[in-house]
């Protein structure tokens, strides 16, 4: 066949395409993701306005077909969503391919995108079906399994079973954890193994946990460098034990996790993020001895007045001390600060008793006893 001349008509009214796009991109892209490409890129051109809603009735979508379209452009990293506090799309940024520099966030969303593609109703469907998952008091009256429907044996322990493939299969066939499944790559770089969605499973099946919670809990963690889906299902048991059952919880929890932390640090004079060491000292006086904050702070003071060095050694002595004296509120510090006192008093009497001897020269010396009478005879029998 003849060749075909492309030329362009004599018009400013045109919309520019990059060359990359068409060569790299376009060919993987399905009609709906070409069509929202084309036309954003249309609407930056023209300086134009326009919204999910809009672009939904524009090309008879929905508006979850929009939203699932512009995502999948962002994890090509074209686009850069923007959300605002109340989980509403509120910025669409094009991010250009001839500018190497450019490209999107590299951090997880602080908010899941989940919730962003999922239709009200179904969101109450999954707030029932997690509600249907906690153990029922009427289960054994009815003939049913006295295990709970949430995984938990008698013990109060969650165990996580071995699922089959088509367990897998069926898991994976959901349209909600298809798009789960995608996002939870983004975030770790890399394609998920078969153990890291039976993770997934677990937590979805066994937990309880909304879609939109999963992906808070994998940001959470990728934002703290761990990427391992062991460390996950930890934190995800940690939560269930709280009962954290929505990203607005565990946002709670975590910014009340933090504030103390960041209050403990500053009271010990530092500016930095804590240390892995000093954030086990934290997590031991939080966790494991239970203080409160303001008695933390009370032996950070005397800590910060007392040495400018190893500080969290320190308070961590202080701490202890104050944990095996029983001390439960501030109010309880001066009593045993005060038993301390007196303890130590009583010791350092008795040591210096003990040095009195000691430190006599003479003292030392092995003395003997002797009968001088007799010593006289025996001088004068011989």
């Not at 930056?44 to 379209?69: C, G, H, Q, W």
């Not at 054994?140 to 995984?151: K, V, W």
């Not at 079973?161 to 499944?181: G, R």
């Not at 005397?302 to 202080?318: E, P, Q």
Request: proline share 3%; with cysteine.
């Amino acid at each position: 066949m003849n060749r075909v001349n492309i030329y362009r008509a004599a018009t400013s009214d045109q919309t520019t395409i990059s060359n990359l796009f068409i060569d790299e991109y376009m060919a993987d892209a399905n009609d709906a993701q070409l069509k929202i490409y084309l036309f954003l890129i249309r609407m930056m051109n023209a300086n134009l306005p326009t919204s999910v809603t809009d672009i939904a009735d524009k090309f008879n979508y929905t508006e979850k077909d929009v939203l699932r379209s512009l995502m999948y452009w962002e994890s090509r990293q074209l686009l850069a969503l923007d959300f605002d506090a109340a989980h509403n799309l509120s910025g669409i940024r094009v991010l250009s391919l001839e500018n190497a520099y450019e490209a999107p966030r590299t951090a997880p969303r602080i908010t899941p995108v989940l919730s962003f593609i999922r239709p009200a109703s179904m969101q109450t469907g999954m707030t029932a079906r997690a509600a249907m998952t906690q153990p029922s008091p009427n289960n054994t009256a009815a003939g049913m399994s006295s295990q709970p429907a949430d995984g938990t044996n008698m013990n109060n322990t969650i165990t996580k079973p071995d699922y089959s493939l088509d367990e897998l299969t069926d898991f994976k066939n959901n349209e909600d954890i298809e798009q789960l499944l995608l996002v939870t790559e983004q975030y770790v770089a890399r394609q998920l193994t078969r153990s890291d969605m039976e993770t997934i499973l677990f937590l979805y099946d066994r937990l309880g946990f909304s879609t939109d919670l999963i992906d808070y809990l994998v940001q959470h963690c990728v934002e703290r460098g761990k990427k391992d889906f062991r460390y996950m299902e930890k934190v995800a048991l940690a939560w269930h034990e709280q009962g954290i059952m929505s990203p607005a919880d565990a946002q709670s929890a975590s910014r009340k996790y933090d504030k103390v932390v960041y209050t403990i640090m500053k009271s010990l004079g530092k500016n930095t993020d804590p240390a892995p060491k000093e954030l086990e000292y934290i997590n031991r006086w939080t966790k494991e001895y239970g203080f409160w904050l303001d008695v933390i702070q009370e032996a950070c003071d005397k800590t910060v007045m007392t040495t400018d060095r190893n500080r969290f050694a320190y308070a961590d002595g202080i701490l202890t001390k104050w944990y095996q004296a029983g001390v439960h509120h501030k109010a309880d510090i001066p009593a045993a600060d005060a038993s301390y006192k007196r303890i130590c008093a009583i010791t350092d009497k008795q040591r210096k008793n003990d040095n009195i001897v000691t430190k006599n020269k003479f003292n030392n010396f092995a003395q003997n006893t002797y009968d001088f009478d007799a010593l006289e005879q025996n001088i004068l029998s011989n």
